[in-house]
């Protein structure tokens, strides 16, 4: 070695090395300071000074995108969104630099799919689901078919891979079929990505951005088709992809050909909406090589060798095989032609502008805006760099997604998951080939954080769905209250559970299940059903019902308990004995009926007492409630309830009432007392002890398991708790409401918190009991003008100043549901134009729907409508993403309208979302939105 080298080492060395040393303690810091703001326990954090070390002193060029972490670290306040951006920009960093070419490339393929499948089955439903995927899990399990188009291919694998796992319930590993195979496509998006790139990291961040897509991630938690849809498409594009280069590279392609056949068969078999993007990239094939035509057959044949997983259906659905035209019955199930005018029936002009809201609602389900701006510009160097490429991915998008929301049915972002899966890919293609490094940093950055955004959201959505068997619990409620030998009936939300119970576990043979279907015609909903009950109830004595319409059954002369309907009740039970007089009623010591003794903030429980009628009673002559509160306090939750027992012909009678209670996001933890009593029209009934209500036990409220969505994150510590946001909620006329959101450790016995003006006078506590970790959220009524200028907050010895709040700031919690954050109306006197925006809590099993109610002088009008155009259902709703939905009511009166509500409720019981501020309900149960 010359002296000349020995120089220039003996030179860099120690500049290398300093710097080095300075990433190091850079990121060793940033790691500490990242862990202390939202690390499960801060006694960690030297690990984490040791890891960040570590990593800071083996970074690689470029270093620059480390610079966000001095930012971070320089924020005197811990901001979520802040943390996401700065940990999105480094690791793009990292990522970049990656070179794992020592690594078989399959291998790195399956990288973002082991991931993925991770992901999926910590999160993966528990076992039986309502709808359509109970119905894939009974069919799976029974080999049977589904509604058409049958899902055959589905059907058989998803039957096949059950038996091969022989763990828990067929349901659950119906749900584990769904999460293999959403992985799968993660992978195969992943390997296209690298193929085309040659960029490992980019096809990685395409597999992870597919992953994170909000109604691909849900639909591949759960037994249902999509997710083999998308994987049907994912194969199609993968064989169009390959020809293309084989033909460039003078390669081989009849197998590739024969490849693309097969798929292209099996998916237009699986669902028929596939035809469309197939024949996309069939024409793009020919475009490829316009020579190439004579080797077609070769595809062909593989096509027709794919269609016949349909044989499956002609034998496993016997109603075709004994129709009078079995060949016209095939097809008609297979081409699922009952559905067909359900096609492009919402492609008209009016509607397509309709229905531009609906996609834009549905596409910002699945990514933050940023990943759309991404996709933007991968179009226009697409079209630049590679215009057959570009031409595939418009239009194979443009027209999936024109086929998917012109289809008259509902949960159109299901349909169009394989456009998500374009987009990705799309995505993962630009960041694989833009040439300048700072550009592929900042747009992997934007990728990285939108992945890890997307990934939070979900994450908590998901969990939440997990965390309960709500169509299980449902469906044996609904058997247990079935006397024997008699009927349900049942919509097609509930009525899958309970066959899969029948068919594949053997419950209740006894009980006739039947599907009602209300066609549409002169009848309404509400009168079909009083027809199907009257029906059945001409047969039995008692008829059970999963639909509820409360103010239509009561012109029914019959006994209404929670579900089951009856023509007479039996008498008293000798034994039976009076835990209080609500004279002439009373409230019976029924020991089947066991109060819950703890429940967690948010949680819906139900809670059952049994009355004795002496009389018959009308609907709404008698009304009952169940309170939660503390002595001598308004309630903090409460549910009333209407008695209807119009016959009794063995005087007196008893009359189970089940009561359905959501404990409030907002109630502190703590122990409570449940109270019950009694009211008529003319004013409630006294207990024994002369008081309205009537002490019956007590119970103990939990913090909340999952969190309410924040309009404002952030992160302080205090002793015991962290505040990870605050929220104003300006809808009240005279008063402003800070609702603060904690993280609980359960270290500390009793939270107490304070808010304070700013001349440190106190305005507001609240307390809580808590010896477990978990969320809460504290309420605080404060006077608008001081809300104006800011408060204080207190909790130990700790002090915070919280901003001001502004005259538009909206914060309306609806039961565990949904917040309502802006809306907007314009009166036209005879049209209202509405838009509301809500932060969902996270999907629900149950549907609800929004109830506008318009008033004004001497008269008033109801509308009632699903979300988005009934295109955005509550099962499919994500955490704190918001949802805007739009609607145009037609006014009946040529009058302006003088005050519009706004609620939500329940479409099979028909219940309305509770209100966490009561103030706003006072007179009604919506929440006035204008004037």
């Not at 799968?184 to 096809?203: I, N, P």
């Not at 991630?217 to 199609?236: G, S």
């Not at 001598?632 to 209407?642: K, R, T």
Request: glycine share 6%; hydrophobic share 45%.
């Amino acid at each position: 070695m010359s002296l000349q080298q020995q120089s220039s080492i003996d030179h860099t060395f120690p500049s290398a090395t300093g710097l080095r040393l300075a990433m190091s303690i850079l990121t060793g810091t940033a790691f500490v300071r990242l862990w202390w703001d939202f690390g499960p326990l801060p006694a960690l954090a030297p690990l984490a000074l040791i890891a960040g070390a570590g990593v800071g002193y083996s970074w690689k060029a470029p270093r620059w995108t480390v610079c966000g972490l001095i930012v971070y670290c320089a924020s005197p306040i811990a901001l979520p969104r802040l943390a996401v951006v700065v940990v999105g920009l480094a690791a793009a960093g990292w990522l970049t630099t990656l070179r794992p070419d020592h690594l078989p490339r399959w291998l790195l393929h399956l990288v973002p799919g082991i991931v993925a499948l991770t992901v999926y089955i910590l999160t993966l439903s528990p076992g039986l689901l309502p709808s359509d995927g109970g119905e894939f899990q009974t069919v799976a399990a029974t080999w049977g078919a589904a509604h058409p188009p049958g899902y055959p291919l589905y059907t058989m694998l998803a039957g096949l891979f059950s038996r091969l796992i022989p763990i828990r319930t067929f349901a659950w590993r119906v749900n584990v079929f769904s999460a293999l195979v959403g992985a799968s496509s993660v992978s195969l998006v992943s390997h296209m990505v690298d193929r085309e790139t040659g960029k490992v990291w980019a096809g990685w961040l395409s597999g992870l951005l597919l992953m994170v897509s909000g109604s691909f991630w849900m639909t591949a938690t759960q037994a249902a088709v999509r997710p083999f849809t998308v994987l049907c498409t994912a194969l199609m594009l993968d064989a169009a992809l390959d020809y293309r280069r084989r033909v460039k590279l003078d390669q081989p392609v009849k197998w590739t050909l024969f490849r693309f056949g097969l798929t292209a068969g099996l998916s237009v078999t699986h669902h028929g909406s596939l035809l469309f993007i197939g024949s996309v990239f069939a024409l793009a094939i020919v475009a490829a090589d316009l020579k190439a035509w004579r080797k077609w057959p070769v595809a062909i044949g593989a096509a027709l060798i794919g269609s016949l997983s349909w044989l499956y259906v002609l034998l496993r659905q016997p109603d075709i095989l004994a129709s009078a035209t079995p060949w016209s019955a095939f097809w008609e199930y297979v081409l699922a032609k009952g559905f067909s005018s359900e096609a492009f029936s919402l492609a008209s002009a009016a509607d397509l502008r309709e229905r531009w809201w609906v996609v834009s609602e549905i596409f910002r389900l699945q990514w933050p805006v940023w990943v759309f701006a991404v996709v933007g510009v991968a179009l226009v160097v697409a079209f630049i760099r590679d215009r057959w490429l570009a031409v595939l991915i418009t239009v194979s998008v443009v027209l999936h997604v024109f086929v998917s929301v012109t289809y008259k049915a509902p949960q159109p972002e299901d349909y169009a998951q394989p456009a998500y899966l374009m987009l990705a890919l799309l995505v993962g293609w630009l960041l694989g080939h833009v040439k300048k490094m700072e550009w592929s940093v900042v747009l992997g950055a934007i990728t990285t954080a939108s992945i890890l955004f997307s990934f939070g959201d979900g994450w908590i959505t998901m969990r939440r769905l997990a965390s309960v068997e709500e169509a299980r619990e449902t469906a044996l409620q609904t058997l247990d209250q079935t006397p024997e030998g008699a009927e349900i009936l049942a919509t097609w939300h509930r009525i899958t559970p309970l066959w899969y119970l029948q068919q594949v576990e053997h419950l209740r043979p006894d009980v006739e299940i039947e599907y009602v279907v209300v066609e549409a015609g002169d009848e309404s909903v509400m009168d079909a059903w009083m027809r199907e009950i009257e029906e059945s109830l001409a047969e039995d004595p008692a008829v059970v019902v999963t639909q509820q319409f409360p103010q239509t059954y009561r012109f029914l002369p019959y006994t209404i308990e929670d579900q089951r309907i009856s023509a007479s009740l039996p008498p008293v039970s000798e034994d039976a004995e009076s835990l209080a007089d609500f004279a002439p009623y009373s409230l019976i010591d029924d020991p089947d009926n066991a109060l819950p003794e703890t429940a967690a903030a948010g949680q819906s429980i139900e809670m059952t007492l049994t009355w004795e009628i002496p009389e018959p009673v009308e609907f709404g002559s008698l009304s009952t409630f169940i309170h939660i509160g503390a002595d001598g306090q308004p309630p903090l939750a409460q549910v009333d309830l209407q008695i209807q027992a119009p016959v009794i012909e063995n005087s007196p009678a008893q009359v189970k009432v089940v009561y359905p209670l959501t404990i409030p996001p907002t109630m502190p933890p703590g122990e409570w007392s449940i109270f019950a009593g009694a009211y008529t029209p003319d004013g409630s009934i006294p207990a024994p002890d002369g008081q309205p209500r009537l002490k019956i036990g007590t119970l103990t409220v939990a913090p909340a398991e999952y969190p309410l969505p924040t309009q404002h994150p952030l992160r302080i510590r205090f002793p015991g708790a962290v505040l990870r946001g605050w929220d104003y909620d300006q809808t009240r006329p005279d008063a402003a409401i800070l609702y603060l959101h904690w993280i609980l450790d359960g270290q500390e016995t009793l939270y107490q918190v304070t808010v304070s003006d700013g001349a440190d006078q106190p305005l507001s506590t609240a307390d809580a009991q808590a010896d477990q970790d978990g969320y809460w959220t504290s309420m605080h009524v404060i006077p608008r003008d001081i809300a104006a200028g800011g408060v204080q907050v207190s909790m130990m010895d700790r002090s915070v100043d919280i901003p001001a709040a502004r005259q538009d700031d909206h914060y309306v919690i609806f039961g565990n549901l949904a917040v309502l954050t802006d809306w907007e109306i314009t009166d036209q006197e005879d049209q209202l134009d509405t838009a509301f925006t809500w932060l969902p809590i996270g999907a629900s099993y149950d549907e609800y729907a929004v109830n506008l109610r318009v008033q004004g002088d001497g008269w008033a009008q109801d509308t009632n409508f699903l979300p988005v155009s009934g295109q955005l259902p509550s099962i499919k709703w994500l955490y704190e993403r918001p949802v805007t939905s739009r609607q145009t009511l037609e006014l009946d009166t040529g009058s302006a309208s003088t005050q519009v509500s706004f609620s939500f409720y329940d479409i099979y019981t028909m219940e309305t979302v509770f209100v966490g501020d009561t103030k706003l309900t006072e007179g009604g149960t919506g929440v006035n939105v204008y004037p």
